[in-house]
């Protein structure tokens, strides 16, 4: 599916993709239909089942398994992993989606700005106060959402769960990419361009030696969107 030191992306258009929801639902596993049925609302339901679908699709394509006998597997914290199969991340929000597919550990996220959902204290939740110094050169909640995905995308990557505070994590607002260390291990973070208006995203991967090639790639045929090379 990708080649050693390649991240491949996939858009995700849930508003479109909602329209294909029965042939998405088919493809999942029971438990997985059970976690969809337990959502309250109907569109949060839509969005669930329409992501696993897609991811199902994605992986199935490129281990040429059929999409309902994918077996996936709970790590400690709870990220999910395929026995066998590449390392991949999930992020939904609003109507948009992002599945990352690597050869080695992934973490993406994306997050839809709403200034509605920003409050000013949430700024010393999540970020430690050399990182503050940021939200006074422009707009709060985008500095804010800006720096949350990447913070997520890194916490995704490692798979850590809720046990790595955000606040330990730097997002590093002045740059536009970065090399962090965690774990012993060097990983690379990144903001994801192309995801359409209103949405700030940002991908983590594992990188031991040069930062990978990332395509973003959407669901029309799957061409390119934009081919991020650092």
Known sequence: MTQAAEVVVHLVDL??????VFRHEA??????????????FPADRRRYVCMHGRLREILSGGLRIPAQELAFREGACGKPGLAGGPEFSISASGDQGLIAVACVAVG???EAVDGRKFAPEMIGEAFGPQEREAFSRGDPAEAFFSGW???ESVVKALGSGLSLP???VDAH???????SVHGGRRWYTCDLEGCG???RAALTVACPARPPAV????????EPLHDQRP
Do not use: C, H, M, T
Request: net charge positive; charged share 45%; glycine share 2%.
């Open 15 to 20: 508003a479109a993709e909602s329209a294909a």
């Open 27 to 40: 493809l999942l596993s029971r438990a997985e239909r059970e976690r969809a049925a337990s959502f309250r």
């Open 108 to 110: 993406v996220d994306i």
């Open 149 to 151: 995905v990447r913070k």
């Open 166 to 168: 955000l606040k330990l």
């Open 173 to 179: 607002l002045d740059r536009e990419s970065f090399i």
């Open 197 to 199: 208006p209103g949405y």
């Open 215 to 222: 395509e973003l790639r959407n669901r029309r045929e799957e």
